[in-house]
């Protein structure tokens, strides 16, 4: 039963590997050319397993700002996470401490997304079977993320600009938000989170991201018991 | 040059920091029952989190300097109305298809 839940996360992430394929052959190729070793690209990678924050910390230190700027810059970046851990309680909150620990570690944004959007929709799973799931999404990309990292460090060639790699990022999180717009306080939040990052995107570390996604998620909230109420008065 | 020191410092605390941001809640509150009002709000954190993060990629773009790109638009508007209508994998096809048959055909 575990074993099906375990598979079915990981052939239900399966499309992100054409993203996460090129955006961490990128950061291989990136770290490479801002000078760092093997050892130290594969540490970074394995160590910290989030693209965003890898790129804006090297980013800021190749550009002599201080560790202490570069890691404030990069952990807000991944402040997001914090929301996903929050979200993930209710369906995995059960598991043993040492297990929540590995889930705490792999938590990357595609799986997070696959998950959490597979565990409201029926047929309901048991605790056991989400935490199976979770591990399937998680067991495809963040061993892909390691290897392609890998493969990009030892290729060193630029990837052509051609290409447009950077566009892949975008489009990942596009593709991610598409299937989690079910209702209609969904879709309201998501506009919401639309306006408010481009309203705030002058704050600085990031912390645009932060604000946008927190009105959205009060929106989306309110949205959702305003029309609760109507349906209640609809309906006496 | 990246100094060595700077690095090691900096991909420690960030991977000790990250994990703790992903240990938080997960971690801390394990089993605990959320309050309803909780609950609620975090059922939108995916579609709060997500459109916060990819907007302004897709209109302040890194590699064209932060200059709006008419191909980008229309390329991540095809993903989204794909990947609301087909599927995860047609959305990302959509979106990266059209953004590399719109720079050919205007070369």
């Known amino acids: ?236 | 040059m990246i100094s060595d020191s700077a690095f090691w410092l900096l991909t420690v605390l960030l991977g000790i920091g990250t994990f703790l941001i992903r240990f938080s809640f997960l971690g801390f509150l394990g089993g605990r029952q959320l309050p309803e009002w909780m609950l609620l709000h975090l059922k939108y954190v995916g579609v709060a989190v997500f459109p916060a993060l990819f907007t302004p990629l897709v209109i302040w773009p890194e590699a064209t300097g932060g200059v709006t790109d008419p191909i980008r638009l229309i390329a991540a508007g095809a993903a989204f109305v794909i990947g609301l209508r087909v599927s995860v994998v047609w959305s990302i096809v959509a979106g990266m298809g059209t953004l590399y048959l719109l720079q050919y055909l205007t070369g």
Request: net charge positive.
């Open chain 1, 1 to 236: 039963m575990n074993r099906r839940a375990f598979w079915r996360g990981y052939r239900d992430c399966a499309p992100f590997i054409l993203i996460v394929v090129p955006y961490s052959m990128l950061f291989g190729v990136v770290a490479r050319d801002a000078g760092l070793d093997l050892l130290q690209t594969m540490s970074m990678s394995v160590l910290v397993i989030a693209g965003a924050s890898q790129f804006t910390a090297l980013a800021l230190l190749k550009d002599q700002a201080p560790v202490f700027i570069a890691l404030m810059a990069a952990l807000a970046v991944n402040l997001r996470m914090a929301m996903y851990s929050a979200a993930l309680v209710p369906h995995l909150g059960h598991a043993r401490l040492g297990t929540r620990a590995l889930m705490a570690y792999l938590m990357v944004d595609q799986a997070f997304a696959v998950a959490v959007n597979r565990y409201e929709k029926p047929p309901a799973m048991t605790p056991s079977e989400k935490v199976a799931y979770y591990f399937g999404c998680m067991m495809l990309i963040c061993p892909a993320w390691y290897g392609f990292t890998l493969l990009g460090a030892l290729l060193g060639q630029a990837i052509p600009p051609e290409l447009s790699l950077d566009f892949a990022v975008p489009v990942c999180f596009i593709a991610l938000t598409a299937p989690l717009i079910r209702s209609l306080p969904h879709a309201i939040a998501a506009a919401v989170a639309t306006l408010a990052s481009l309203l705030f995107a002058g704050l600085p570390w990031s912390l645009g991201l932060f604000v946008a996604a927190f009105l959205a998620m009060v929106t989306g909230a309110q949205a959702e018991l305003f029309l609760r109420r109507r349906a209640r008065r609809a309906t006496p």
